[in-house]
């Protein structure tokens, strides 16, 4: 059974924390995302990345950066986290130069700055 | 540049009756669409695809969409609703050739069933 998994399901930060967001996939897909899904808007691009060390940015990357060490990890990282930042993130992966492959979604992981 | 629009971002049908999520799309290439579809506290799931093939596309659970081109819509059907389809619909669109981060989500809409 194929499968992403993000290692946090809630969190509780404060702002100016220093925030990671672990995601791990075992299907040997090249490309790995992170959306941010709030009420009313949507899934929105934060950044997303086709292989190792290789990322690009999304719709709204600011104040967030990713890092791609090892192919089946994706992790996203708040530097210095602010209250706007609460939210529910999603990570994902898909077969690379697929256009018509699905993604397949993590359970999510629910942050919230206080 | 493509675009998705959901009507309605929550639709509420009895138990048995049919279900209907509205998707309209925009895009200057034939399009590739999907519906997701989000259970309480868990990711995104793909219920169907359009990739061009036939126009109407079966999916899990008894869903299924057509596609219309001249009417640029990809609405979500299901003859009869089960409590278990309450949930949270995505509509999403892309198109050939493009990257892989160029699949642009609706803002999705909130099924729920009335016993």
């Given at each position: 059974d194929v499968k992403v998994t993000q290692s946090s399901r809630y969190l509780v930060k404060r702002t100016g924390e220093k925030v990671f967001l672990e995601c791990v996939q075992?299907?040997?897909?090249?490309n790995m995302f992170w959306y941010r899904q709030d009420p009313g808007l949507g899934l929105r691009l934060i950044y997303f990345s086709y292989d190792v060390k290789m990322k690009e940015k999304g719709d709204i990357p600011e104040g967030y950066s990713v890092s791609r060490e090892k192919k089946e990890r994706f992790s996203l990282i708040l530097e210095s986290a602010s209250t706007n930042q609460t939210s529910m993130y999603l990570c994902a992966s898909r077969i690379r130069d697929k256009e018509t492959g699905e993604l397949f979604f993590g359970e999510g992981s629910r942050l919230t700055v206080l | 540049a493509q675009s998705v629009t959901q009507l309605g971002s929550h639709v509420s049908v009895s138990e048995g009756a049919l279900v209907l999520l509205r998707c309209n799309y925009s895009s200057s290439v034939p399009p590739y669409l999907f519906w997701y579809v989000q259970y309480p506290n868990q990711g995104l799931q793909l219920l169907l695809k359009y990739?061009?093939?036939?126009t109407l596309v079966k999916g899990i659970n008894g869903f299924e969409a057509e596609f219309k081109k001249s009417e640029t819509s990809f609405h979500l059907t299901k003859p009869s609703a089960h409590m278990s389809d309450a949930a949270e619909y995505f509509c999403a669109v892309s198109g050939p050739y493009?990257?892989?981060?160029?699949?642009i989500f609706g803002s999705g809409t909130r099924l729920s069933i009335r016993p």
């Open positions: 075992d299907m040997d897909h090249e | 990739t061009s093939a036939a493009s990257s892989a981060s160029k699949i």
